[in-house]
């Protein structure tokens, strides 16, 4: 079976980080959704907890890191297609996301982000078939 990933990120704003997320296409389970919390569905087997700042502070003794000055993560996901990764960040920005970078071409593999509302890093990516990783 395989293993499920929830990660959890900190917002400001749950209902313009959710408003937001939807825009980019993303689905929210409702049964893991209320006024602090939104579990936001990237695929059957990965989730986006959106978690406000003070809830997710009830689950880490250590201080919230300031994404606008700051790099904790980043989030990359692959895309079918380059097509799909500019897709993606062109509608990142239509709903108030920012571009931080470059797009990024490798030949092999081709990429581009933006950051959310919350200035947290989000990277999507296509790799030819040739070069996909082997597990």
Request: charged share 20%; aromatic share 12%; net charge negative.
């Amino acid at each position: 079976m395989p293993k499920q990933i929830f990660v959890n990120l900190p917002v400001k704003d749950l209902n313009q980080a959710k408003e937001f997320f939807s825009q980019l296409g993303f689905a929210f389970n409702p049964q893991f959704t209320n006024e602090t919390a939104a579990c936001m569905v990237v695929s059957d087997d990965i989730f986006v907890m959106l978690l406000t700042e003070e809830f997710f502070q009830t689950f880490t003794p250590k201080t919230l890191c300031d994404a606008t000055t700051s790099t904790e993560v980043l989030m990359c996901l692959s895309s079918e297609s380059r097509e799909q990764v500019d897709d993606m960040v062109r509608k990142a920005v239509a709903a108030g996301g920012s571009i931080y970078n470059e797009p990024q071409d490798h030949g092999f593999m081709y990429g581009h982000g933006f950051q959310d509302l919350d200035s947290h890093i989000w990277e999507f990516f296509h790799m030819g078939p040739d070069a996909a990783c082997q597990g």
